[in-house]
């Protein structure tokens, strides 16, 4: 993965169709998609249940780009070595999901992976200000996080902020929750490099119309040309 600050798009299976993962994943690749953004909830620390290592390392022989893995689940430490196993390449842990974060950051990379952290809408920046050094990416909630669909919550100035505060380092800065054409200028003007879209990318296809999230994806691509 060598690091670029171009806008990266990636589609998230949270959206997909659950029976069709494999096809899924090949038909929005073939449509465009720079990354695959895998949410994995525990119904604890969002209320939502969805994936586990099991089902990545399921879908790992079909993601021909990166395996972009976010988890919104507490504890994560015991769980990291599962996703290393799984093929992730990014791995993601929220700030709040745990009292080391530093600890969990450098087992992630430990474990060969790229390490992110994730920060919900309710928590400012310098939440991570000490941490960016162990971090290869931060993914800023704009919305809280637990279930797809929802609208946009407005995190420019946190985007700055955090765009800022990295600098020169190699930290991506990426953007997760009601991102549309409408949307993704905002947090790109701010700082914002990979874009998260569910609904707004698989909305009008499926995996027999492919077209459509093509056309999704090209719409959010050239609203931050």
């Not at 700082?191 to 909305?203: E, W």
Request: a negative charge; one cysteine or more.
């Amino acid at each position: 993965m060598p690091f670029n600050r171009s806008v990266k798009i990636a589609p998230s299976i949270l959206s997909a169709d659950f029976a069709d993962f494999g096809r899924e994943i090949a038909a929005v690749e073939a449509q465009g998609a720079d990354w695959i953004h895998v949410d994995v909830m525990d119904g604890h620390f969002v209320p939502n249940l969805t994936f586990g290592p099991a089902l990545c390392k399921a879908i790992r022989r079909h993601i021909t780009t990166v395996m972009d893995v976010h988890l919104m689940i507490a504890p994560v430490d015991p769980y990291i070595d599962a996703f290393a196993d799984a093929g992730a390449d990014i791995l993601t842990a929220h700030v709040e999901a745990g009292p080391h974060i530093h600890r969990t950051l450098q087992a992630i990379r430990g474990a060969g992976m790229k390490a992110g952290v994730a920060l919900n809408p309710g928590t400012p920046a310098s939440a991570v200000a000490h941490c960016l050094d162990l971090a290869d990416l931060v993914c800023v909630m704009t919305v809280n996080p637990g279930f797809g669909g929802q609208k946009f919550l407005d995190m420019t100035g946190k985007i700055a902020e955090l765009r800022a505060m990295i600098g020169d380092r190699e930290i991506h800065i990426e953007v997760d929750g009601g991102v549309d054409p409408s949307t993704a200028p905002q947090v790109v003007a701010a700082g914002a490099d990979a874009l998260v879209a569910g609904s707004a990318v698989f909305r009008g296809g499926s995996v027999d119309n492919p077209a459509p999230y093509g056309e999704n994806i090209r719409a959010i691509r050239q609203s931050v040309a």
